[in-house]
């Protein structure tokens, strides 16, 4: 049998006004400390192959891919044009917002890795998100979503506002779990000392 349906007021949001309004103004800014980007960037490098095809969802003006690895190819979903437009990591992008469009014009298995860096805490429909990343990629390939503390309080969604740092990562391994497609996560700290937090989220597709 089905799991019932996340109740609806855990998505709820301060700002119920259309994203795309929000985010029509680039922000060329970056969201957590430069340690905490440089312990990103490491991950990155331990966890994505050379070669590898990758989207990158809710992506910006920056990536945070180890600049001395080449990849097949980087695909980014976001929601401004000029910060897709700037991104030098990016082959290829698009703007799309997957509050109200989860699903993406691609294949079946089309992609080695997944991406979301800290805004997974935008997401009112992160089943269907998570779900459609499973349809995505290829057998054993890997979401990767990490996390850190910052965030737009009037567009985060009300579970992360209320949840502490552990509750929020047991949330993100439920929503896996009802989107299915995937191996038991692992749930890494990668906090630099003494800068912004950096906790992820790593799952890989189901063969």
Known sequence: MAAAPLPAHLFARVDESPDAEFYAEPRFVVHIDPETIAALTGLYREELESGSKLLDLMSSWVSHLPTDVAY?????????????????????????DLNTQPLLDFADASFDAVLCAVSVQYLTRPVEVFRECARLLRPGGKLVVATSHRLFPTKAIA?????????????????????????????????????????????????
């Not at 299915?180 to 912004?196: I, N, Q, T, V």
Request: charged share 25%.
């Open 72 to 96: 097949a190819h980087v695909f980014g979903v976001g929601m401004n044009a000029q910060e897709l437009a700037a991104n030098p990591r990016l082959d290829a992008w698009a703007v799309r």
């Open 159 to 207: 579970a992360w506002r209320s949840l502490a740092a552990a509750d929020r990562m047991a949330f993100l391994r439920l929503c896996l779990e009802r989107a299915g497609g995937f191996e038991a996560p692992r749930l890494l700290d990668r906090s630099p000392r003494l800068a912004d937090p950096l906790w992820v989220l790593i799952a890989a597709r189901s063969c």
